[in-house]
């Protein structure tokens, strides 16, 4: 069926996807729109394969039936379907990889909370299994302003727990264990006797899945193939609505596991996930991770894992994501580069074999064995570590800080700012930056102040306007830019970092450390002073 439709605006994607509250993606032709769009901008699926789940947040099963009858419409061959419409993300890219598929649709507002009146998103992945590049969502994009109709088969639902195959209008729809692939994947990559003899020998670990896909997975690799008590993954079952949780894994959001790694008597080690199970936070005894020194430390000791024992051919890191791990390239005698925020950068560097190991300030990792960053391949990473030296969390870092220095880093996040108070403020310092060098601010001067624009080493697109970077005396660096995740006003983040080469200060208060670099910035820019705001909303 052909049904008339009319271009709907504001569904150009974001850092990853397009992400809206769950009411306006329930709106009629809302989704529909956006789906036909997608599958106009990559020439149609006629023919094609693709995969589809998602983090099962409210909303899924509906998104997923009529995707499924779109598809069909459209001409597609065959859909690989995660069982319940589940699938992680990075399980996504692993199954578009390894069937071969066109491409895949993630349902997922990623760590934005669901339900409905929280957030839905979907986010379309290409054959290599990464998220589009930029040159195909402003195609997405493009295609959703010229839309006249979308195509829809006339059928009724499948049942979507069902596995095995069934047919959608002549299309073939393979429901498959979302689990089984990824977890078998795993266990090529990492060794699973050395990490069941860890757990053997007493070692206490807590997984929070905060309520979103994770669980399954968690429980089955954690639990059943590695021996680690039952119970060590809490909050598994996977909720339309995450139980009210925020699927956040930073410290403010998982608030129950930073409690209890922090408390009397914490486990041996503390990891979370976001709501689609390629974010992660890791915690020691009594010790938080911040996410850049995770990549850095990831670095240092990939090749302890048996996938990765030549080390890191090469590592990425988005800009606003601290140096530290750049030391570590320089120490291994590898490059380092430099992208935008959001994976899809990584994609190409990924593709073209230029490095091994990506990461985010935003409580992301991955490496070359999927094409989106993965948060239990991180946990495995850690636990990959901590069995290989025998040390633990907090010793891993102290030696790692002794040898390369510390990088103390923190993000500010300004949540719902009114779009045009927070334009301006980024108008305004970026109008003043070419004069800043050589200034002070609040006591700090700028030796250096620019826009970060990228240029892909491996196809030359430039990708401008990616953040506001003021670099200053000893060693320290701010960063602005706006959030292009979230689905209420501008969120305005604010990274700040400052580098102490040791031996002395190594072990410092975060916040202490940076508060003359959030003092610059504000002298220099007024977040607080504009926005009446007595601080951020997040810390991390
Ligand atoms: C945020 C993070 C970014 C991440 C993106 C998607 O984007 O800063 O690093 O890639 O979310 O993550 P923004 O534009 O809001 O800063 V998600 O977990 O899809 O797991
Ligand atoms: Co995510």
Redesign the pocket.
Known sequence: MRYPTRPIEGQRP????LRKKTRVFMAPGYLENFVQATFDAIGGVAGKVLVLGGDGRYFSREAAETILKMAAANGAARVILGQGAWLS?PAASHLIRISGADGGIIL?A??NPGGPDEDFGVKYNSANGGPAPEAVTEAIFAATQRLTEYRKADVPDIDLDLLGEQHVAGMTVEIVNPVAAYADLMETLFDFGALRRLFATGFRARIDSMNAITGPYAVEIFERRLGAAKGTVVHAKPLPDFGGMHPDPNPTWAHILMAEMLGPNAPDFGAAS?G?G??NMVLGRGIYVSPSDSLAVLAENLQLAPAYANGPKGVAR?MPTSTAVDRVAKALGIACFETP???KFFGNLLDASKVTLCG???F?TGSDHVRE?DGLWAVLMWLTILAKTGKSVAEVMADHWARFGRTYYSRHDYEALPIAMAEAMMADLRAKLADLPGHAAAGLRISAADEFSYTDPVDGTVSGGQGLRLFFDGDARAVL?L????TEGA?L?LYLERYVSGPQGLAEDTQSMLAPVSAAVEALVGVCRLSGRKGPDVVT
Do not use: V
């Open positions: 974001g850092t990853s996807g993300t997922s990623s760590h976001d689609d390629d974010r988005s925020t959001g994976w985010e300030e935003s992301g960053k830019r959030s292009g995740t979230g969120t983040r």
